[in-house]
């Protein structure tokens, strides 16, 4: 009876520990049970908002729930930002980050609202987009050799060569004053607001150079309209095969990607994290996917969480100084 009294016991004792396990797992166990959110830290019809939609709609097949863009401009990206991190760490808000909201906005601003390190949790690599440096084909300017050496000589002529850009942090702007920084040159930034005024002013001879993300300016390059002098790239873009990089010239210093990837508030847990980046590698895995975000300049770079953290580390590490020295007004 003693025997059967105790086994009958430790049954109840392992029913107990068994329930008690269940109720402890973590409540992400189901994920994804409702709709995900994409935070877009710029306006609708962009880059960033483009493939936000292309990759949600494929990752939300994946994981069986409708994956929506939210799109929360302004403040160089630190708007949306801001609302990420301080969204619970449940996976059902993201943000496509790039290099506007996590390694330039948030030091641009006089109070930085958040540490894109700190603060995030970097989930998964999308892919990288190279600016292009390019110039008005009347200035004579074919490559950036070219253009380091027409701005030294506008400096001894008392002149200083003008560059355009975007807009004010933006991706473009920061790359025009690393640029000036490595070659030990004068240039002055002229902010827009978007690269379609930027691009009219460079067609028609207002400015000399521009700066941006490659994807917009393909049909321009084309038609003669605009000279591309080198992608900020390591490796050539697809989009432009025929366009020197700017490591072919020797400006090692000057190698710098706008990325694509995912990335969500601070401490997710480590299996919803796997989970969401083994989904998004699926589905740049796939073919028609890889084909669609090469035709907007992003050559695809799956991989694993940690080794996109350590690439936003890098990133972060390199321009955080250079924008804090830059006194911009967003």
């Given at each position: 009876m003693r025997t059967t009294a105790t086994l009958t016991r430790r049954d109840c004792l392992r029913a107990v520990a068994s329930g008690a396990a269940t109720l402890a797992l973590p409540a992400f166990a189901a994920y994804p049970e409702k709709p995900i959110r994409i935070v877009?830290?710029?306006?609708?019809?962009?880059?960033?908002?483009?493939?936000?939609?292309?990759?949600?709609?494929?990752?939300?097949?994946?994981?069986?729930?409708?994956?929506?863009?939210?799109?929360?401009?302004?403040?160089?990206?630190?708007?949306?930002?801001?609302?990420?991190?301080?969204?619970?760490?449940?996976?059902?808000?993201?943000?496509?980050?790039?290099?506007?909201?996590?390694?330039?906005?948030?030091?641009?601003?006089?109070?930085?609202?958040?540490?894109?390190?700190?603060?995030?949790?970097?989930?998964?690599?999308?892919?990288?987009?190279?600016?292009?440096?390019?110039?008005?084909?009347?200035?004579?300017?074919?490559?950036?050799?070219?253009?380091?050496?027409?701005?030294?000589?506008?400096?001894?002529?008392?002149?200083?060569?003008?560059?355009?850009?975007?807009?004010?942090?933006?991706?473009?702007?920061?790359?025009?004053?690393?640029?000036?920084?490595?070659?030990?040159?004068?240039?002055?930034?002229?902010?827009?607001?978007?690269?379609?005024?930027?691009?009219?002013?460079?067609?028609?001879?207002?400015?000399?150079?521009?700066?941006?993300?490659?994807?917009?300016?393909?049909?321009?390059?084309?038609?003669?309209?605009?000279?591309p002098l080198s992608v900020t790239s390591a490796q050539r873009s697809p989009l432009v095969p025929d366009v020197p990089t700017v490591l072919e010239h020797g400006y090692?210093?000057?190698?710098?990607?706008?990325?694509?990837?995912?990335?969500?508030?601070?401490?997710?847990?480590?299996?919803?994290?796997?989970?969401?980046?083994?989904?998004?590698?699926?589905?740049?895995?796939?073919?028609?996917?890889?084909?669609?975000?090469?035709?907007?300049?992003?050559?695809?770079?799956?991989?694993?969480?940690?080794?996109?953290?350590?690439?936003?580390?890098?990133?972060?590490?390199?321009?955080?100084?250079?924008?804090?020295?830059?006194?911009?007004?967003?």
């Amino acid at each position: 009876m003693r025997t059967t009294a105790t086994l009958t016991r430790r049954d109840c004792l392992r029913a107990v520990a068994s329930g008690a396990a269940t109720l402890a797992l973590p409540a992400f166990a189901a994920y994804p049970e409702k709709p995900i959110r994409i935070v877009v830290t710029f306006a609708a019809g962009g880059a960033s908002d483009i493939v936000a939609r292309v990759v949600g709609e494929q990752l939300g097949k994946k994981l069986g729930q409708a994956v929506i863009v939210d799109n929360r401009p302004g403040a160089g990206g630190s708007v949306g930002g801001t609302n990420v991190v301080q969204s619970p760490a449940d996976g059902y808000t993201l943000m496509l980050s790039n290099s506007t909201p996590v390694s330039i906005g948030p030091f641009a601003l006089e109070k930085q609202p958040y540490d894109p390190l700190a603060d995030f949790t970097h989930i998964a690599s999308i892919g990288t987009a190279p600016c292009v440096v390019m110039a008005n084909p009347a200035t004579g300017i074919n490559t950036i050799v070219d253009l380091e050496n027409a701005a030294r000589k506008a400096e001894k002529a008392g002149a200083v060569m003008q560059f355009g850009s975007g807009g004010p942090a933006s991706i473009g702007h920061i790359y025009g004053e690393l640029m000036v920084r490595n070659m030990g040159i004068k240039m002055t930034h002229v902010p827009y607001r978007g690269g379609a005024p930027m691009t009219t002013d460079l067609i028609s001879g207002i400015i000399p150079v521009g700066i941006d993300v490659v994807t917009a300016f393909v049909p321009y390059f084309k038609s003669g309209q605009i000279r591309p002098l080198s992608v900020t790239s390591a490796q050539r873009s697809p989009l432009v095969p025929d366009v020197p990089t700017v490591l072919e010239h020797g400006y090692r210093k000057l190698v710098l990607d706008n990325f694509f990837g995912l990335s969500g508030p601070a401490k997710m847990p480590a299996d919803l994290v796997a989970s969401i980046n083994k989904a998004c590698n699926e589905v740049l895995a796939q073919p028609d996917i890889v084909k669609r975000l090469l035709e907007l300049g992003v050559t695809t770079t799956p991989g694993t969480p940690a080794a996109f953290n350590g690439f936003v580390k890098d990133q972060v590490n390199a321009l955080s100084p250079l924008v804090k020295s830059i006194r911009v007004t967003l």
